[in-house]
């Protein structure tokens, strides 16, 4: 996939998580760049969700092992969907209900 593919595919998705996880996951995976896929696909996909006014996902040091094995079968497969649930699971649904609340509050759309 291209990066230009990858835009296109960006812009079909309504979720905002949806979008930032898939960001991370077609960098690692397609190797944009010569080194640091990876971590700039994290940092993108975290960029996104704080622009919007999301929290980021952060992952535990105590999950390494199970993002590793995930990310292995993920390169294998393309099959986005386990990472991107255990992405999620990594986030503080209290945090996303707040910020939910927060942008409904204020109008914005939540």
Not at 6 to 19: K, P
Not at 25 to 36: G, I, N, P, S, T
Not at 38 to 53: D, E, V, Y
Not at 71 to 100: H, K, T, V, W
């Amino acid at each position: 996939m291209r990066y230009t593919d990858m835009l296109n595919r960006l812009g079909q998705m309504d979720d905002i998580y949806d979008q930032a996880i898939f960001i991370f996951l077609d960098m690692a995976r397609q190797q944009y760049f010569y080194e640091v896929n990876r971590r700039m696909g994290r940092f993108l996909m975290n960029g996104l969700l704080l622009s919007h006014g999301y929290p980021a996902i952060n992952l535990p040091t105590k999950r390494q092992l199970e993002f590793n094995q995930l990310m292995l079968a993920y390169y294998d497969s393309g099959d986005g969907q386990p990472m991107n649930g255990f992405m999620r699971s990594c986030l503080d649904e209290r945090l996303i209900q707040i910020m939910r609340e927060h942008h409904t509050d204020n109008g914005a759309p939540g």
